[in-house]
């Protein structure tokens, strides 16, 4: 199972990126796909993640900008980050994670177990 990020780069303040993840060897119609990011110094958090059934979560602090999607049919995920502020400067990872994850688990790094190489996306003030 491979995962390609791609789309990162920079932009300014109040700009917007997107990313795309896309997979071989694994299907994403039956499986969570989650973003995470991970900024200098810091933990990999999570970002947003998008479910078997669609239902789509976020973290509190890209609420309302970022929107994540799939296209099963590419076999691919998308993150549209909107509204970019310096603080999204990040590595953003793109991941699958094992089956149907349950909401409380999707915000767990440890219940996803393929992961991208990552995408850098800088955000300039």
């Known amino acids: 199972v491979q995962l390609q990020a791609s789309g990162g780069g920079w932009v300014q303040a109040g700009g917007s990126l997107r990313l795309s993840c896309t997979a071989s060897g694994r299907t994403f119609s039956t499986n969570t796909v989650g973003w995470f990011r991970q900024a200098p110094g810091k933990e990999r958090e999570f970002v947003s993640a998008?479910?078997?059934?669609?239902?789509?979560h976020y973290s509190n602090s890209v609420k309302g900008r970022f929107t994540i999607s799939k296209d099963n049919a590419k076999n691919t995920a998308y993150l549209q980050m909107s509204s970019l502020k310096p603080e999204d400067t990040a590595v953003y990872y793109c991941?699958?994670?094992?089956?149907?994850?349950?909401?409380?688990?999707?915000?767990?790094?440890?219940?996803?177990?393929?992961w991208g190489q990552g995408t850098q996306v800088t955000v300039s003030s």
């Open positions: 991941a699958a994670g094992k089956g149907t994850l349950i909401v409380s688990s999707l915000y767990l790094k440890d219940s996803y177990d393929s």
């Open positions: 998008i479910r078997r059934s669609g239902s789509t």
